[in-house]
């Protein structure tokens, strides 16, 4: 009996492409977690859970690739479904995580609308010109702008965050207001790390 063509796609998938899944659950999840913190602001394990589920995302995207060259399966289909989840994990979800902390002025939901598109738009750049990057061994050797998982580190710090409770109004650096619209100075941070993700500076690839 052969399966319809329906699950054709599922059936095509490697080992390494369901951890690849997995990551993309991860950073689904933290967008959950923080949607139902923004319900119950008081119980703030809900963003300490979202933060910690993209630490776990990070750990499955470090490991499909691992897997990948393990079992030597890396595939084009492999590649286009790390950077969708990567874009998932540690560009979307951030922006989410962040805007539940108390990131919600109009300067600061701008600031993470254009983290989220330097993310896309580094991981696209990155497919494009993953062969051009390449040595004889097909294995890229540097990184063209920081890696969109770099975002971790924003997302640590909202952790520590949520830990002390130091969240909306109380959000290290205070409320500024520029012309009509709040500003928290912390979001500047994903502006930096955005531009730094489209930037063109080399760094290598461990």
């Known amino acids: 009996m052969t399966m319809p063509r329906r699950f054709s796609l599922i059936r095509s998938f490697h080992l390494a492409d369901w951890i690849t899944v997995a990551n993309a659950c991860c950073g689904t999840g933290a967008l959950f977690s923080a949607m139902t913190f923004l319900q119950a602001p ?3 394990w809900h963003l300490l859970l ?3 589920l993209i630490a776990l995302a990070l750990m499955f995207d470090v490991l499909d690739g691992k897997v990948a060259r393990w079992r030597h399966n890396a595939s084009p289909l492999g590649r286009e479904l790390d950077s969708l989840s990567d874009l998932i994990s540690f560009g ?3 922006a989410g995580i962040a805007y539940a902390a108390g990131m919600q002025g ?8 254009y983290f989220v598109a330097c993310g896309a738009s580094r991981l696209a750049r990155f497919n494009v010109t993953a062969e051009q990057l390449s040595g004889d061994d097909g294995k890229v050797r540097y990184y063209e702008g920081t890696p969109i998982p770099t975002s971790l580190l924003l997302v640590m710090v909202l952790a520590v965050a949520a ?3 130091r969240l909306g109004e109380e959000l290290w650096g205070g409320t500024v207001m520029l012309g009509p619209w709040l500003l928290h100075p912390l979001v500047l941070l994903f502006a930096a790390s955005g531009s730094l993700m489209i930037s ?3 760094i290598p690839k461990p």
């Not at 109009?106 to 609308?113: G, K, P, Q, S, T």
């Open 42 to 44: 008081p119980e703030r």
């Open 200 to 202: 063109t500076i080399s």
């Open 92 to 94: 979307v979800a951030p």
């Open 163 to 165: 830990w002390q409770g």
């Open 106 to 113: 109009l300067w600061d939901c701008a600031v993470l609308i």
């Open 50 to 52: 979202a933060c910690g």
